[in-house]
């Protein structure tokens, strides 16, 4: 398992961001947040993640301007993207797909568990 | 010659009547696409008092048409220009026209070419019809998938994880009562996300009226993902999940957006309805163009007198409210209704308490 990697969480519904810290803090994770787009790439400078986890909707903006602002960011053009987004329709997945994010999954569709399982394997 | 100019006149007259009658906007115009003739449909659906108003007017600059996208028509890729020119008729084209109120309508658009003896055009007619309450409709349901799928999603998701975690026993040890109740909270949840999904599903059912995107699908593939998905659900039943399968791939013609739902709604009513300790066996045939799923389970099997019924909104046959409670009756009415989409077939061979076999036919790329 890896240890000691960073993530950086971008979710602005309170109870979720919660959950998400702390279950991948058990996990041995060292977690950042924001629920602010337009603070992530400020934020993502600094804390230099290893890999990033995106909602779509999110109060001040979505998560595919946050994806397309990282991924034009030369330090994180590579960094690994997984949405985590309670949109499940084909064409957000595309979109999201195609604007660079790594990998999708329907929130209320996958255990926790499977949420730990892809992080790890995106990050080996 | 007076009585000659009268029957004209009254043949005009009735031509015009007719004209009226119809229920879609006509518009009849020269070679060069001016409006010569209308009728009072058209007029009421772009705004017009009458056809006086439109009649000399070049018709591309009437309309103002822009297309699904919203890129603007121009005179080259005009319907119109392709029916005078090359003498095509272009049926159904859907387009934004512009209103005499500047609002824009959507339309359904049908262009013949009108031509003379010598087979040359001489004009064409527009048959126009509004479709904007039919697109308005498409929009909220969109609007309604998009919104629901987040506001109702988020807390069950919240919820559901939390169960988990707390069920894991991670947050501390719980006793025989908080296990049995946060189990039964639980399953409760997973059900209502289930009725979510479903629900979501039958708001995204497309218009169908509108042609699915029928692309080339490894059917191998897609079973293989799906039943990846379906591992951790089947362990937990004490069902397994066998796919025979050839080392020969078989391609379909299929919607990539629908695909993976109906395989995924077949397989999880196989496992849900099976008997502990059975396996499920899902395989591949190939007969002529076309190419069979077949997914076969061991357990409650579909009544003889209820069978009828199977593919109906809300049905659900007795013996499987009793197996599982929980369920909208909606699965396999989206599966089959997803399948007639993507020109396939779905049918059934049931044994009640036994065996049941679904079968998926889709044509071969």
């Given amino acids: ?124 | 010659m007076v009585k000659k100019q009268k029957e004209i006149q009254v043949a005009t007259q009735e031509i015009q009547h007719f004209m009226d009658a119809i229920g879609d906007g006509i518009l009849i115009t020269d070679p060069k696409g001016i409006i010569t003739d209308a009728n009072q449909t058209i007029c009421s659906i772009l705004g017009y008092d009458n056809k006086k108003e439109i009649t000399g007017r070049s018709t591309l600059s009437l309309l103002s048409p822009i297309n699904e996208q919203g890129v603007p028509i121009t005179a080259k890729n005009a319907a119109i220009t392709k029916s005078i020119s090359h003498g095509d008729r272009i049926n159904n084209a859907i387009r934004q026209f512009l209103r005499k109120d500047n609002r824009r309508m959507w339309a359904s658009i049908t262009t013949t070419p009108l031509k003379d003896k010598q087979k040359k055009a001489r004009g064409s007619v527009l048959v126009i019809r509004d479709i904007t309450e039919d697109r308005q409709q498409q929009e909220y349901r969109t609007d309604f998938a998009h919104v629901a799928s987040h506001s109702l999603r988020t807390p069950l998701g919240n919820m559901m994880w939390a169960h988990e975690y707390l069920l894991s026993e991670k947050a501390g040890k719980l006793n025989d009562t908080q296990n049995e109740f946060l189990k039964e909270s639980y399953r409760t949840l997973k059900a209502m996300n289930t009725m979510v999904n479903d629900l979501l599903s039958v708001s995204r059912l497309p218009d169908k009226k509108i042609k699915p995107k029928l692309e080339k699908i490894c059917l191998e593939q897609t079973v293989e993902q799906i039943i990846a998905n379906y591992t951790t659900y089947a362990q937990a039943r004490n069902v397994t999940v066998d796919f025979v399968k050839s080392s020969e791939k078989h391609f379909i013609k299929a919607d990539q957006r629908y695909l993976p739902i109906i395989i995924q709604n077949i397989l999880e009513n196989a496992i849900r309805y099976s008997f502990e300790n059975t396996k499920i066996i899902l395989s591949i045939t190939q007969k002529g163009d076309f190419i069979t799923l077949a997914c076969t389970n061991n357990g409650i099997g579909i009544p003889k007198d209820k069978q009828k019924f199977i593919f109906a909104k809300f049905f659900r046959a007795p013996n499987a409210v009793k197996s599982e409670g929980n369920g909208t009756g909606l699965g396999l009415y989206i599966t089959r209704e997803m399948i007639n989409m993507n020109k396939g077939e779905i049918w059934f061979n049931s044994v009640s308490n036994k065996e049941t076999t679904f079968f998926i036919k889709f044509k071969k790329y």
Avoid: C, W
Avoid at chain 1, 51 to 68: E, K, P
Avoid at chain 1, 71 to 92: A, C, H, W, Y
């Fill in chain 1, 1 to 124: 398992m890896p240890k000691n990697k960073k993530i950086m969480i971008v979710e602005d519904e309170p109870f979720t961001l919660k959950m998400y810290t702390h279950l991948l803090t058990e996990e041995g994770f060292e977690v950042t947040a924001t629920p602010n787009t337009k603070e992530v790439v400020r934020l993502a400078k600094a804390n230099k993640p290893d890999l990033f986890i995106v909602d779509m909707m999110l109060q001040d903006g979505d998560g595919f301007d946050v994806i397309r602002e990282l991924r034009k960011t030369t330090e994180f053009k590579k960094t690994p993207i997984l949405v985590l987004s309670n949109l499940g329709q084909e064409m957000d997945i595309n979109e999201a797909k195609k604007v660079g994010a790594d990998k999708y999954l329907v929130k209320s569709n996958v255990r926790f568990e499977e949420v730990i399982k892809t992080v790890q394997a995106m990050l080996k």
